[in-house]
């Protein structure tokens, strides 16, 4: 398994006043309430974290992108992915570059192709259309951003993969010239992930590719539902299951006992899903964003944790949204959630909310001390077809 710690670089010093005076922490609270010199010391302790993931033995980091909120303080992927190059030795993951938002996807394949090179090869390229609320902040309309992510898509892969010059007339993007310098590092391009809030469109396109497709911030028993209809679509397309193009992401806080555990993570948990990631749900979904055939299954995903009132880390914890607890308890969970999910590829939110550095890295390494080691092994490789309804099962 490929595990990957993952950071959203949030903004941890909203007061209760702060939040009571907006009835969103995205798009619209001001920007009169960020301090960019406490920004400053606050970008040195999170890179920092990031190098930590690398130097305690993680597979790689992983950054994105988000724009207009406190939730996440990355407005470019590539930027961040850039100054961690120097700095890392591992694989970096930009989960990833919103493509729909962008006017000219060959800036995206140039920049990633550009960090891939100078790299040496330990780019991973996650495409995702962007949240809802982006599209607010963009002044974008919503309702085209499928079809200009695909389209996207199809134009940097081409440009990484069709030597040039030649011509590009779609509906979205056009240009006269596609002949981007330099080409991509990994051939024929790095490996692509596909981040996403559980939409059966993105599911099929991202097992018709053969992408790593990575659910993200849903409780259990929608996660079982969504990496089934994963696993079903790998086998309708492909004969098999395949774990490594299969991932899971979830915030994670190991203490050295559950109840300790609990403590130290429970007011920051609580910050994140209530405080910075609070938004009205026009913003989440706006009309157009979600097909009719993905808005019940998103919709139900999302609920327990995001537009349903304040939710505690327990509550969170019962969801199977957020893990916390001691390193056996983390462990333990991470095996179960594996054979009933059948991922992998494991990106671990390690840092939530106002975490102080300290019970970062005291979490991390328990987690590499203690956890990784047992769930490394796990995932099984391609060639080894397994069922869809029994994802750790050997065929015969």
């Known amino acids: 398994m490929k595990i990957i710690g993952f950071h959203l ?26 301090d960019p010199k406490k920004g400053h010391e606050l970008y040195e302790t999170y890179f920092n974290q990031l190098v930590y993931y690398d130097e305690v033995g993680f597979d790689g980091v992983a950054v994105n992108e988000h724009h207009q909120t406190p939730y996440g303080l990355m407005p470019s992927a590539n930027v961040t992915a850039a100054m961690l190059v120097p700095r890392t030795k591992g ?15 060959l800036r995206v394949a140039e920049e990633i192709a550009y960090l891939d090179v100078v790299s040496g090869g330990r780019i991973i390229s996650g495409f995702v259309r962007g949240i809802g609320a982006e599209y607010h ?31 590009w007339y779609g509906r979205h ?17 790095p490996p692509i992930w596909s981040p996403s809030q559980g939409s059966s469109e993105t599911v ?67 910050y994140l899903f209530n405080d910075v990631l609070r938004m009205r749900k026009d913003q989440l979904f706006p009309a157009g964003y979600l097909t009719v055939e993905s808005s019940q299954r998103v919709m139900s995903a999302k609920a327990k ?8 880390c327990e509550e969170l914890m019962d969801a199977g949204i957020v893990i916390v607890g001691s390193a056996d308890t983390v462990r333990d969970t991470m095996v179960d959630r594996q054979q009933r999910f059948g991922f992998g590829n494991f990106s ?9 550095d300290h019970l970062f890295r005291a979490s991390v390494k328990r987690f590499a001390d203690h956890v990784m080691p047992s769930i490394a092994p796990l995932g099984l490789p391609t060639g080894h077809a397994i069922s869809a309804s029994h994802p750790q099962e050997k065929a015969s």
């Open 9 to 34: 670089m949030p903004w941890p010093y909203l007061t209760p006043a702060d939040i009571s005076g907006s009835d969103s922490s995205w798009i619209t609270m001001s920007n009169a309430l960020y």
């Open 91 to 105: 694989t970096i993951a930009i989960l990833g570059n919103a493509i729909p938002l962008h006017e000219n996807p």
């Open 137 to 167: 902040s963009m002044s974008m309309d919503p309702s085209v951003s499928r079809e200009r992510f695909y389209e996207a898509h199809d134009l940097i892969i081409k440009a990484w993969t069709e030597p040039g010059p030649w011509e």
């Open 173 to 189: 993007y056009k240009f006269r010239y596609v002949n981007t310098w330099p080409r991509p590092y990994q051939q024929p391009h």
């Open 204 to 270: 099929e396109w991202a097992a018709r590719n053969k992408y790593v497709y990575l659910q993200t911030f849903s409780d259990t028993k929608s996660s079982e539902r969504i990496f089934g209809d994963v696993r079903e679509a790998h086998e309708r397309l492909h004969g098999l299951v395949m774990p490594e193009l299969i991932g899971w992401s979830v915030p994670v806080y190991v203490g050295d006992s559950d109840e300790q555990a609990l403590a130290e993570a429970k007011p920051h948990m609580e």
């Open 305 to 312: 944790g995001l537009g349903t009132g304040r939710k505690t």
């Open 348 to 356: 671990g939110i390690f840092h939530f909310g106002t975490l102080p």
